[in-house]
């Protein structure tokens, strides 16, 4: 039972995925990656950036419970945050990311750390999981 249900909301997650890449935004930003992907990453970075920080401030706010005092954006912190990202953030997953993906797992530690971080084990355990599936998979 679990199992179809399960299926039934991964077939209506890529139902409504399809639908949103008909989108014209959503074909605009694609296409946008595909000409000028450094700018789009840039720009796509820095504007979540501000959002999440604002996110986190409204956050801050009403975990402070000060409710006499209007919520008071800090601007100058979201601007340094999202100029870390389009100056470091993206520049780092367009350049440097790639690249330790191209590494062998083996010889790398930042191949290591990245499967280490994304696995959510360690990097020994990582590594035997990803080369058990992957010679399930051939």
């Known amino acids: 039972r679990h199992s179809s249900q399960r299926c039934?909301?991964?077939r209506s997650t890529m139902?409504?995925?399809r639908a949103l890449?008909?989108?014209a935004p959503v074909r605009a930003y694609a296409r946008s990656l595909e000409t000028h992907p450094l700018p789009t990453k840039c720009?796509?970075?820095g504007a979540l950036m501000v959002v999440s920080d604002v996110m986190r401030q409204k956050l801050e706010k009403r975990d402070a419970d000060d409710d006499a005092e209007p919520f008071h954006w800090d601007a100058a912190r979201s601007s340094r945050l999202a100029?870390?990202?389009v100056a470091f953030h993206a520049p780092y997953l367009h350049w440097l990311h790639p690249f330790y993906e191209r590494m062998p797992a083996a010889a790398s530690?930042?191949?290591r750390a990245l499967i280490f971080t994304n696995a959510g084990g360690s990097a020994t355990e990582s590594g035997r999981r990803s080369s058990r599936s992957r010679s399930t998979r051939h």
């Open 8 to 10: 039934g909301a991964v």
């Open 15 to 17: 139902m409504v995925l």
């Open 21 to 23: 890449q008909r989108t």
């Open 43 to 45: 720009a796509t970075s």
């Open 83 to 85: 100029l870390w990202a």
């Open 109 to 111: 530690f930042p191949r």
